[in-house]
């Protein structure tokens, strides 16, 4: 039996690229304005600048800014406040996000989310998605004073689901953060890629991966049957 399921928040259970596409074509559109025009090549380079969260949107939106040549010297700063107030906004769940988590509440499985992250930033999204209410408990990095892949973080969400740290199953994007990280504290690990490409250098493999999240109710059941 697997009493606790642990989730990863950018890229498992919030749909961010596609969200932050979306508030970059808006804000863009609403703030900027100068020759760039093709607000779909503009997201894509945010996106890749911004490469998958690991880079600071404030560096993000000044490299932008360079790039489109403008002479507000105030316009990067300018988008990114906009951003730390407004990106949430736009913030969209991936389509079996609530159904998976209530399925497994049904199931009797505790659920927690382990983001790493500023708290302001993911509190928001995680409270705009209604997540709050669709989990146990949730820690973010900044907030806990740990982040994954440190054991440190695994350990404190298991204490506070009152499970065996390796009794849990952890869902995540990121082979480092997320699989490596729950994998050494001895969980099973469900890998949900999004688009990341694990690496060449790891000479493990998650427990299983999926490409949908509805996919880990039949791989759950599996595991409790065995
Ligand atoms: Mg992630």
């Not at 730390?84 to 969209?92: D, G, K, P």
């Not at 740290?165 to 729950?182: M, N, Q, R, T, Y």
Request: hydrophobic share 40%; glycine share 4%.
């Amino acid at each position: 039996m697997i009493p606790a399921v642990m989730f990863d928040l950018d890229e498992t259970l919030f749909d961010r690229s596609s969200s932050l596409r979306i508030f970059i074509q808006q804000q863009f559109l609403r703030i900027a304005i100068g020759r760039f025009r093709n607000f779909n090549e503009l997201a894509d380079r945010f996106l890749q600048l911004d490469n998958r969260g690991r880079v600071s949107k404030r560096d993000v939106y000044r490299t932008i800014v360079d790039e489109i040549g403008s002479s507000n010297e105030h316009l990067a700063g300018d988008l990114f406040d906009d951003y730390e107030v407004n990106a949430w906004r736009y913030a969209r769940p991936f389509e079996d996000t609530r159904d998976t988590l209530l399925w497994l509440r049904n199931a009797g499985i505790k659920t927690a989310i382990v983001s790493n992250g500023q708290t302001h930033i993911q509190l928001r999204t995680l409270l705009a998605l209604n997540l709050d209410r669709l989990v146990d408990t949730y820690l973010i990095s900044e907030q806990e004073g740990c982040r994954k892949p440190d054991a440190a973080i695994f350990l404190k969400a298991a204490e506070r689901l009152s499970v065996k740290v390796e009794d849990c199953l952890f869902v995540g994007d990121s082979p480092e953060a997320d699989i490596l990280g729950a994998r050494s504290v001895g969980m099973r690990t469900v890998w949900f890629p999004n688009g990341a490409e694990w690496p060449h250098a790891y000479s493990f493999e998650p427990s299983a991966t999926i490409s949908r999240l509805q996919e880990l109710r039949p791989i759950i059941e599996h595991w409790h049957r065995a």
